[in-house]
């Protein structure tokens, strides 16, 4: 616990000044006015992420968590739930979509097993075990409440083993057959929202499955009353070990001043478990894009956070940052790499509102 309260009260708010500077540096580049859109606002909000008008994103790294959920013993998904380990092989044979993706974004992918059900020795796999996957949520607590901050100071270690070895920006991904349904159930919790509004099909339920999986919400939110206002209680009793850790990885990251892009709906609740820890927390989240589970809509609108693209995905795996890492690649580059109007010679507009050479003095 004395982990995360130190971890806590060092985040801290955006630099407004380094945003300033970048806005105006921006200004004085050979465009007109935020004629760039998006790739200026994220600009602008990585600088105040780092207090650096001239940030860095690279090198990049995804930290992906995998755990194993005791609910799906209610037969709340389509996969079974061996899949949890299964897939982290495929992760560490290099065979799955995000390590596709990763390459093309020129990103590393760390995989943490935070608990899985069962034992893993394999390469390139971080040891970070809590328990071998949580109990089973509709008959009670997912996890103990000390079991929950131990997880989610693993990812706050994790975050910082990260940043020490150079990361400048970290994507969260997850692995876990039944994380929608808990991902699903912290969302009623914190948004007090009906269930009905949030459950979607997550790895392809047919309606009687959904309809099966709202129900089981609805029965773990019963059992269990966990405290909206508490969001460490949310966590232990219908949340999952791969949420804890990756909220606490977005932890780790804010008190660091580190960029956190954030994936699907999962990754968004873990990412709004952070916030409600450490409010602050919520100004070094960037969303990669909106994902077709329905709760995600909701979840972004809980965070403030604009997605920057719509490709129907609903994968997870950190797939959406991987596919969104080049765009905030770009905006940066755009930053550090184009040209003044002064440097390049060229006139400002006509109206004055771009005045050329005396703009990048400014």
Known sequence: ???????????????????????????????????????????????????NPHPEIDPAMV???????????????AFPAEVTKQMVKNFVTGGAAINVLSRAANCSVQIVDIGINGELHLPNVINR???????????????????????????????????????????????????????????????????????????GLDSAGKQRKADVIERALEVNQ?????PIDVLAKVGGLEIAGLAGVVLGAAAARIPVLVDGFITAVAALTAVRIAPEAGGYLIASHQSVEPGHIFVNKLLGLEPIVNLNLRLGEASGTATVLPIIRSAIRIANEMATYEQAGVSGSNDGSVKGAEASKQ
């Open 1 to 51: 616990m004395q982990m995360l309260k130190e971890t806590v009260s060092l985040i801290s708010g955006l630099d407004t000044k380094a945003q300033e500077r970048m806005e105006q540096h921006l200004n004085s580049l050979t465009k007109p006015l935020g004629s760039l859109g998006v790739l200026e606002s994220l600009a602008i909000k990585i600088a105040g992420m780092t207090g």
């Open 63 to 77: 930290i992906l968590m995998a755990a194993d959920h005791g609910v799906c013993e209610e037969g709340v998904s």
């Open 129 to 203: 075990k809590i328990r071998s996957g949580t109990a089973n949520m509709a008959q009670g607590p997912a996890m103990e409440r000390a079991e929950a901050i131990l997880a989610i100071e693993a990812g706050i270690e994790t975050a910082q083993t990260a940043i020490k070895q150079g990361a400048r920006l970290l994507a969260l991904g997850e692995m876990g057959i039944g994380n929608t349904t808990a991902s699903s159930a912290m969302l009623a919790a914190f948004g007090q929202m009906g269930v009905d509004q949030i459950v979607g099909a997550g790895t």
């Open 226 to 230: 966990p405290d909206a206002e508490d």
